[in-house]
């Protein structure tokens, strides 16, 4: 065969991701806000010999590593989206950045209580003025960037990238009389989910900066109340609620990453979607079904189809609904040798 014949049955696996999210230039505004805030405290800390200035700028500058990841992992996935020792593209290192990010909410929760605890047992004298006076600030920098990643309601912006249609047709399908090849028509569908619930690194830079926003809204509180009713236990114990609420949602966030770090099935209504269209037409049986993340929002599916009467692997692909994000899906074909069960028969 050509090699001009080969070309035509080839095709990328970059599925959108060398594109750039929106997520990306989002993430990056906020990261250099918060480093900005960061060189600020702490020059001001050290000017002004103020510890709690000096305390809140490294704590920001925790954040901004965080956040420096999430960048990194948008970078990377975009320039390396096409390189070949990725079998199914860059799409997993959008989940492996969130995952990160949720290993670091966990460790910044339990520093989190262990400074409340040792405030608990060993009070130490509150200067309340200054320490106000960084939290305000703090809080105003970290409701910026919760509103900077919040827009379209934390990234729900399910952008629909339609530029080529449906199924790459990759059809390793042992139909019978037809050959082991590739019937692809190089159409790929690159349905770009970028939300909250698909785009996993942006979940994961939102909620650092909104658990350094919630930090902050509970240390403005206890601090009043330390100052005004005299409740100094008030601030080690915001500290102890803070720290529930972020091993909250880095638990949320390490269980949805590592399901698709290590390829746990599509969300259900995606694999009823599959099993329904296609069971749906003739005699149509799924002996084998996987379906599986390989970018926010996309999925591969390998799909084994038992019927009296084969058709090309193409057809069983057209049958799978665009709009449930499957754009590589694999086919194989076997043809059912019993007779059929006629309509009122027993089984």
Not at 5 to 25: C, I, K, L
Not at 29 to 37: D, G, Q
Not at 113 to 118: G, I, T, Y
């Amino acid at each position: 065969m050509h090699q001009h014949s080969m070309d035509t049955w080839r095709h990328d696996h970059t599925f959108g991701q060398d594109r750039p999210r929106t997520g990306e230039r989002r993430t990056l505004l906020v990261l250099l806000l918060t480093a900005a805030t960061m060189v600020v405290e702490i020059g001001a800390g050290l000017a002004f010999g103020s510890v709690a200035l000096l305390a809140d700028g490294l704590h920001m500058g925790s954040h901004a590593a965080a956040l420096g990841i999430s960048a990194f992992a948008y970078a990377y996935a975009r320039r390396h989206a096409a390189d070949p020792r990725f079998a199914f593209g860059t799409g997993k290192v959008n989940a492996l950045a969130g995952y990160t990010g949720a290993v670091l909410l966990a460790a910044f929760a339990l520093a989190m209580v262990w400074e409340s605890v040792a405030r608990l047992v060993n009070p130490v004298p509150i200067a309340f003025g200054w320490a106000i006076a960084v939290a305000v600030v703090g809080l105003a920098v970290n409701a910026a960037s919760v509103l900077i990643l919040g827009v379209h309601d934390h990234g729900h912006d399910h952008g629909h990238h339609h530029g080529h249609h449906g199924h790459e047709e990759h059809d390793h399908g042992h139909h019978q009389g037809h050959d082991d090849r590739d019937h692809g028509d190089h159409e790929h569908h690159d349905h770009e989910h970028q939300g909250h619930g698909h785009d996993l690194n942006l979940r994961s830079a939102y909620l650092h900066v909104l658990a350094d926003a919630l930090t902050s809204v509970l240390a403005v509180a206890a601090l009043l109340a330390g100052l005004f009713l005299g409740a100094w236990w008030m601030d080690p114990l915001m500290g102890l609620v803070g720290a529930a609420l972020v091993t909250h949602w880095s638990w949320g966030l390490l269980r949805d990453t590592s399901r698709i770090l290590l390829d746990h099935q599509a969300p259900e209504p995606v694999l009823r979607g599959v099993r329904e269209a296609v069971e749906g037409v003739g005699d149509n049986r799924l002996y084998d079904l996987h379906v599986w993340s390989v970018a926010p929002g996309v999925y591969a599916a390998a799909l084994g189809v038992v019927t009296h009467t084969p058709r090309p692997p193409e057809h069983y692909k057209a049958l799978i609904p665009a709009e449930l994000g499957v754009a590589h899906v694999t086919v194989e074909v076997q043809e059912c040798r019993e007779a059929p069960v006629l309509h009122g028969q027993a089984a």
